[in-house]
């Protein structure tokens, strides 16, 4: 009896990583530097949203450039088109604070450049109450205060990767496609803010 060969196509992920203490204080100091609002380029309805700015390029140096060479080492940059010629290096091109109330969002969406990352500082809720909220009692699943990967299956099915939001996630910070949809849901009674950051970044010639 011959045995089945069973399978399986290449795909792709994204990458978890816990901050330390002094890329948290870092970024908080980079924080107390916010520039222009950027509520202008969010599909999010937050309240507030402000450019922020690495400073002496630390953040980049001590933590996204490695994350940039390990999930290339992982999977390979599969989600990047590059000329035929030229030198291409990895930098940060922009990054910002947003400041959510309950009731705010930010829808499914994608970012534009060929790496993004978000982490959040501050988580005042439990998924585990949220769920507990009117609008999610008896259903099947509840998605409030709940942060979302999106992708479609072998199979064509739309499949949601969730992270059930409470205070055990602040200072995880998340490393994926630009191109990777994702959302995140509302939360309800609490009158303390989400903060959470997030960055794009792109690749330039070097040799111009």
């Given amino acids: 009896m011959n045995r089945p060969v069973f399978k399986e196509l290449k795909n792709y ?8 203490d002094a890329t948290v204080n870092h970024i908080w100091d ?3 530097s916010q520039g222009k609002s950027m509520k202008n380029s969010l599909v999010g309805q937050i309240d507030k949203s402000y450019e922020i700015f690495d400073k002496d390029n630390w953040l980049w140096d001590n933590v996204l450039d490695n994350l940039y ?6 999977w390979g940059q599969w989600n990047v088109t590059l000329p035929i010629r030229g030198d291409f290096a990895p930098y940060l091109d922009e990054m910002w604070v947003n400041y959510a109330n309950q009731h705010e969002y930010n829808p499914f ?3 534009s450049g ?3 990352f978000a982490a959040w500082l501050k988580i005042p809720t439990r998924y585990e109450e949220q769920a507990q909220h009117y609008n999610s009692v008896d259903a ?3 998605f409030n205060s709940t942060f979302n990967f999106q992708y479609i299956d072998i199979t064509g099915k739309l499949q949601v990767c969730k992270y059930a939001l409470t205070p055990e996630y602040e200072n995880m910070l998340l490393f994926f496609p630009s191109c990777l949809q994702h959302c995140v849901y509302p939360f309800y009674n609490c ?4 903060i959470s950051i997030s960055g794009n970044i792109w690749l330039k010639d070097i040799n111009k």
């Fill in 140 to 142: 099947g699943e509840s």
């Fill in 13 to 20: 992920g994204w990458i978890e990583h816990r901050m330390n």
């Fill in 109 to 111: 969406h994608d970012h």
């Fill in 114 to 116: 060929v790496y993004s």
């Fill in 191 to 194: 009158n303390d803010q989400r």
């Fill in 69 to 74: 060479h390990q999930y290339r080492s992982r």
């Fill in 30 to 32: 980079c924080i107390e």
